[in-house]
């Protein structure tokens, strides 16, 4: 078992518990999607108890554009964050390590770093939505309520975290504990995180790109606190904007967009490492906590 209080490197982490072996990860995947399948048509009745059949039927065939609505952005919130039991019961069932290693090789989750890394991507992400709305104009239609907009700032940031236990800790973990070659398995998640969104093209590219530096953030920082809250900042100002009928999801990504995306994303990448490497944020060490 790892030493409490060390720092190890997160992608190769696995191979540091006792219990694990290659095949486990294998184990979890096929657990937890079984979990999942059952949890999603658990949800998949619920909402279809309250909404009927159409609104299933518009769910599978909308694509994001399915997110422009409150009951969609629910739905769709709540269909990635049951992962999390899922990933969760899955690596306790086939105990393969504890599940605080999914989070970091720090010792488990850092609240406080994700705070802090939520700052300043929220900001830089939130004025540059703002200005593009000011100079292409609103898209969308506003569904604004106090209740809604609770509801969206507790699932979207969970969502957020829930991808990053799955694609950088179950899914890069598991490729750098086979190949051990950090760099390979930061790419082949990213691959991976941008085949199981449905955009099109330049919107798969632009994914697969985010995948990469997520990945690199959790390679660099040892823990998925800083990817988290990226993916929190982005995805919190996009749900915030549709919300107030500023803007508008879509599956289909254009060429300006897709380049001032990839452009922006890779300055805000810079920022946010260059700053907490200057800050010392990533040099904190948790107590390990043992789940």
Request: proline content about 2%; charged content about 10%.
């Amino acid at each position: 078992m790892t030493e409490k209080n060390t720092i190890s490197d997160y992608i190769t982490f696995p191979k540091t518990f006792e219990n694990y072996k290659w095949y486990k990860p294998i184990l979890v995947f096929i657990v937890g999607f079984i979990i999942f399948l059952i949890l999603s048509s658990v949800l998949a009745l619920v909402f279809y108890f309250a909404f009927g059949t159409n609104f299933i039927m518009s769910i599978m065939n909308g694509g994001y554009e399915v997110m422009n609505t409150v009951w969609g952005q629910i739905f769709t919130d709540l269909g990635v964050i049951i992962l999390l039991p899922s990933l969760y019961l899955a690596s306790k069932i086939v105990k393969d390590r504890p599940f605080s290693s999914y989070a970091s090789s720090r010792g488990g989750w850092n609240f406080k770093l994700y705070l802090k890394a939520l700052v300043i991507p929220f900001v830089f992400i939130v004025i540059a939505q703002g200005i593009d709305v000011l100079v292409h104009g609103t898209k969308g239609v506003a569904h604004f309520s106090i209740l809604f907009l609770i509801i969206t700032l507790i699932l979207v940031p969970i969502q957020c975290i829930t991808e990053e236990f799955v694609f950088r800790g179950l899914i890069m973990q598991a490729l750098g504990s086979w190949f051990k070659i950090p760099v390979l398995a930061i790419i082949l998640q990213a691959i991976i995180f941008a085949v199981v969104h449905g955009y099109n093209s330049l919107g798969v590219v632009e994914v697969g790109i985010s995948g990469l530096l997520f990945g690199i953030l959790t390679w660099k920082t040892n823990g998925i606190e800083v990817s988290s809250a990226f993916h929190t900042a982005n995805n919190l100002s996009i749900a915030l904007f549709v919300m107030f009928g500023l803007s508008a999801t879509s599956s289909t990504i254009g060429t300006y967009d897709f380049i001032f995306a990839i452009v922006f994303d890779l300055i805000l990448f810079a920022v946010i490492y260059v700053v907490g490497t200057k800050t010392n944020w990533y040099g904190e060490i948790e107590e390990s906590v043992e789940n």
